[in-house]
Nanobody, 122 residues
Framework: QVQLVESGGGLVQTGGSLRLSCAASGRTFSMYAIGWFRQAPGKEREFVAVINWSGGSTYYADSVKGQFTISRDNAKNTVYLQMNSLKPEDTAVYYC???????????????WGQGTQVTVSS
């Protein structure tokens, strides 16, 4: 079993940056691919990015490609989402989730964190 806790959200101005962290418990963390998702008010949850167990493979939604970077440090049981050039439309609750096996589909995730709020002011 894997437990996930997000942190690093907050209020930032347009053009600013934030780095989200997803800290995991469980000795099998390195076996899981980790994805980031977000859900804006009144909208469905959407896939943002995913990284495989080693960090050697990543995949991004078109909406954040070139703007966000996902990385992981298995020694620290942590996955990061570096978000640059933030825009008001990036405002959402951001969630990390874990799944076995790397896939670009935003499905098949077994474990979810509680989310962290990111608000970008104009």
């Amino acid at each position: 079993q894997v437990q996930l806790v997000e942190s690093g959200g907050g209020l930032v101005q347009t053009g600013g940056s934030l780095r989200l962290s997803c800290a995991a418990s469980g000795r099998t963390f390195s076996m899981y691919a980790i994805g980031w998702f977000r859900q804006a008010p009144g909208k469905e949850r959407e896939f943002v990015a995913v990284i495989n167990w080693s960090g050697g493979s990543t995949y991004y939604a078109d909406s954040v490609k070139g703007q966000f970077t996902i990385s992981r440090d298995n020694a620290k049981n942590t996955v990061y989402l570096q978000m640059n050039s933030l825009k008001p439309e990036d405002t959402a609750v951001y969630y990390c989730a874990a799944r076995k096996g790397f896939a670009i589909a935003g499905t098949g995730y077994e474990y979810w964190g509680q989310g962290t709020q990111v608000t970008v002011s104009s």
